[in-house]
């Protein structure tokens, strides 16, 4: 008896195996949306007012931080299981956000299933954490998605996942930053070049006690020193980069 149960136990373990096999392997031949932008209302779901706004605010906040910020909305999450494996399959294959730093960030939403998912690059995690996240899906997406008013809860919701991913800089961002500090370093140092050169031409600067002017002159003997001996003073100050 317990040899059977043990092998109706490895068959059901080798049918649940094909199964998820089976699974994957038609997954991947699933036909999935194309990319339209910050914006890609393949359910015709969103308002051309809101669609405005919700591309503003993605794109504000790639030019500030480098994060990539994107919103769908699809009529069905078939033949997907869930909101959040449709997400998912389409951030993979869109390649949101940078391949190596993984600051990207997707919003979708299902018409008819009335469900959304927030799906984010695996640097962005302890930026949106999950309580923000469950906030967003509660107090934005839902309330709005149950009324039909897509735009409305998009935008919402991308404002509150926008909001605590202002600090974060990805790589061209911080390139620029760097571009602006070498601009001011190269003119710093050719200010400093002139200033060296004009120096090494003035006698009367580099040896202020050995300066022959008109109307100045060393004496010998009993004699004295002729002339007047002015100075110039000078500061350095500096701007703190951050």
């Known amino acids: ?15 649940f195996a094909g199964l998820a096999q089976a699974t994957n392997y038609e997954r991947s031949k699933i036909q999935l949306p194309e990319p339209r932008g910050y914006v890609s209302d393949h359910a015709q779901a969103i308002d051309g007012d809101w669609k405005e706004r919700i591309r503003s605010v993605c794109q504000d906040l790639e030019r500030k931080t480098g994060i990539e910020m994107v919103v769908v909305t699809v009529p069905s999450i078939k033949p997907f299981a869930s909101a959040n494996e449709y997400a998912t399959a389409i951030y993979e294959k869109w390649g949101i956000g940078s391949t190596q730093q993984e600051h990207g960030v997707l919003v979708l939403v299902a018409v008819q299933e009335r ?53 974060v800089r990805v790589g061209p961002v911080a390139a620029g930053h760097s571009k602006g500090l070498g601009f001011w370093l190269a003119v710093f140092t050719s200010i400093m070049a002139l200033s060296f050169f004009w120096w090494i031409t003035r006698p009367d600067l580099r040896h202020p006690y050995k300066r022959i002017q008109k109307g100045e002159y060393w004496g010998t003997g009993q004699g004295g ?18």
Do not use: H
Request: proline share 3%.
């Open 1 to 15: 008896m317990t040899k059977i149960v043990g092998i109706a136990m490895a068959l059901c373990l080798v049918c």
């Open 115 to 167: 469900q959304a998912a927030i799906t984010l690059g695996r640097r962005m995690l302890p930026v949106i954490t999950s309580t923000v996240r469950d906030q967003v899906g509660r107090e934005s997406l839902q309330p709005s998605i149950e009324l039909g008013r897509f735009g409305e809860g998009l935008y919402r919701a991308v404002v509150a996942l926008a909001s605590p991913a202002q600090d």
């Open 225 to 242: 020193f002729g002339g007047n001996f002015g100075g110039f003073g000078g500061g350095t100050s500096g701007e703190g980069w951050r």
